[in-house]
């Protein structure tokens, strides 16, 4: 952990973590682009960075160098390095379809931002909150490292 934080000190600017999130709003029809929004209303303390549901589009509403509240952790690592990636999980979405477009987003994003799949995390792993819910029993499981890695592959074989 200490030198992972040596190594954030180093790059105050770029940010090297991943945190994987879910909305926790399973009322149909609030979709990523409702997500948006939701978070990009200045008076709602929370941001992130990207949101995904099971459509074609995903949702951007911070820069990937803006320091995003989604972690818990007030001024602490979770906030000020890693890029926050919230999961729709509305009723009215495919959550498996979700969990691939965002399997997809964070691979683009990993070679975008040379961010190894070791530092996909969850909120959870920063501030103990129960997020992404639904992902979390398994995330540090080799399926859940596959999922990622699996498209990571198909789309290099592309
Ligand atoms: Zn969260």
Not at 29 to 37: C, E, K, L, P, V
Not at 102 to 122: D, S
Request: net charge positive; glycine share 6%.
């Amino acid at each position: 952990m200490y030198f992972l934080k040596f190594l954030f000190s180093l790059q105050p600017l770029y940010k090297n973590v991943f945190s994987i999130h879910e909305t926790a709003n399973t009322a149909p029809g609030t979709t990523a682009f409702m997500h948006s929004n939701y978070v990009r209303n200045a008076s709602i303390p929370t941001s992130c960075h990207f949101t995904v549901d099971d459509g074609k589009m995903s949702y951007q509403h911070l820069p990937t160098y803006e320091t995003g509240f989604h972690t818990g952790d007030g001024s602490g690592d979770g906030n000020r390095n890693s890029i926050g990636i919230e999961l729709c999980v509305n009723s009215s979405g495919d959550f498996s379809k979700t969990r691939r477009n965002a399997a997809v987003l964070v691979r683009k994003l990993m070679q975008e931002h040379q961010i190894l799949i070791y530092n996909v995390v969850t909120h959870n792993h920063w501030s103990g909150k129960l997020c992404p819910a639904n992902l979390l029993n398994q995330f540090d499981s080799l399926e859940t490292r596959l999922w990622i890695q699996r498209y990571q592959f198909q789309m290099m074989k592309k």
